[in-house]
């Protein structure tokens, strides 16, 4: 029987369940490699070799050469893993999660200090009311 | 009569957000953006002061610091003697190292587990910004935590983390097995993480306040009906992230009026937004001596 996934109707949103995490599983180990400061300087030495010795897609490894997070999840990536990658490159946290959304970094920061994106329209896809207009 | 065992004097519930943690560290917390931050801890700081406990159990997720995706467990008690920060990527908190509390570990541990709760006991494990940023906004910057501290890492990073209904029995649980423990220690119970928030995707900083102050009024008032909210919920309403708040029902769950003692006190409440991308929710509640 396939896990019951309640929650595919939530708008902007991937829950890492069992099914993304075993896609994933190399990518965000390859991401938990770079909790250590000499793995950090060999990944910014040389991305593409360091990626290459682990046995991720190459669609995982563009999606990192590319910083593309939005496509890093889909492919089962996981934000606290992936957030390595951006402390690697010395972006925050709001950096990181502001660049998924489409908007620039100040129009995020903004929506953030006007009180965040609206749960109104955000429940249920096909309602959805993205970057908060 | 002098009292001989451990007791639940108080819960302490708040966010833990990681740039919090830097604020702190670069010493930014007099900045515009963190200034209404910090003053809701003001008071938290000086009752802190005055009501060290001995012990703290504290609640948090690591967030693939400690564990990776070869180990996820869902409920993991740190009986170490010592605990190091974490460097989660931007290298190591220049905060103190966490002294755990071996004996009463050991002995929640093997109480709870003897009551169905099938914790993972980990004796070595570095501590995230999950634990060591509640500390800090607590405690501020001292040399050495005022207190002993017992890691309890609930995971909330590969779904389902556990039911809010469960968190909340083991709570129940826990407070039997700190009671039982024969040693007059003033423990208290802290349960970190949320409010709302969403890290990924394009719904990416999503904040509920309506959900966020139902839920401390709930938790106040009414824990057990909170207890049974599914996690769609949660997902929904706060963000795929807001699931975190499942782990204040391990703290609530452990305070004397859920098991037919007193209500506790509500001695501080706060509420803000935004600390990065997330809504800060804290309370401090206490049980009556």
């Given at each position: 029987m396939a896990l019951a996934k309640p929650y595919l109707d939530i708008p902007g949103t991937t829950i890492f369940d069992a099914d993304q995490s075993r896609k994933g599983y190399h990518l965000n180990q390859f991401c938990m490699s770079l909790m250590k400061a000499g793995n950090r300087a060999r990944f910014k030495a040389d991305e593409r070799a360091y990626l290459d010795e682990w046995p991720m897609s190459e669609e995982q490894k563009q999606a990192v050469l590319a910083r593309d997070l939005n496509r890093c999840i889909a492919l089962g990536g996981n934000i606290y893993f992936l957030a390595k990658i951006g402390a690697t490159d010395g972006r925050s946290f709001q950096q990181m999660a502001g660049s998924?959304?489409?908007?620039s970094e100040q129009e995020y920061r903004d929506m953030m200090i006007k009180?965040?994106?609206?749960?109104e329209g955000n429940r249920f896809v096909g309602e959805q009311r993205m970057a908060g207009k | 009569m002098a009292r001989t065992n451990a007791r639940i004097t108080a819960s302490v519930y708040t966010s833990h957000v990681p740039a919090i943690g830097a604020a702190i560290d670069h010493g930014k917390t007099g900045e515009p953006y963190w200034q209404p931050v910090f003053k809701g801890y003001e008071f938290s700081k000086r009752w802190m002061k005055d009501n060290?406990?001995?012990?703290i159990l504290l609640v948090y997720n690591d967030h693939a610091s400690a564990f990776s995706l070869e180990l996820i467990p869902t409920f993991a008690i740190g009986c170490a003697a010592e605990f190091a920060p974490a460097d989660e990527g931007y290298g190591a908190r220049p905060v103190p190292q966490v002294i755990g509390h071996a004996e009463l570990a050991a002995h929640v541990a093997q109480s709870v587990i003897q009551e169905d709760f099938d914790l993972t006991i980990v004796n070595r494990m570095d501590v995230d910004h999950g634990l060591t940023v509640p500390l800090s906004l607590l405690c501020g910057q001292p040399q050495v935590w005022p207190c002993r501290v017992i890691p309890f890492a609930v995971n909330v990073?590969?779904?389902?983390?556990?039911?809010g209904r469960r968190c909340f029995m083991l709570g129940q649980a826990i407070r039997r097995a700190v009671e039982s423990y024969d040693e007059p220690l003033r423990v208290q119970v802290w349960g970190t993480g949320g409010m709302s928030h969403q890290l990924q995707g394009p719904r990416a900083g999503l904040i509920n306040r309506e959900f966020d102050n139902a839920f401390l009024d709930r938790l106040i008032a009414d824990p057990e009906r909170l207890s049974?909210?599914?996690?769609i919920d949660y997902v929904r309403e706060a963000g795929s992230e807001g699931i975190e708040l499942v782990m204040w029902l391990i703290a609530r769950g452990a305070m004397a009026d859920v098991a037919g003692g007193a209500k506790p006190t509500v001695v501080h409440r706060f509420y803000h937004v935004p600390a990065s991308n997330t809504a800060v929710g804290h309370l401090i509640l206490e049980n009556k001596p």
């Open positions: 998924m959304t489409g908007m009180g965040g994106r609206p749960i | 060290t406990p001995d012990v990073v590969q779904y389902p983390p556990p039911s049974k909210m599914p996690h």
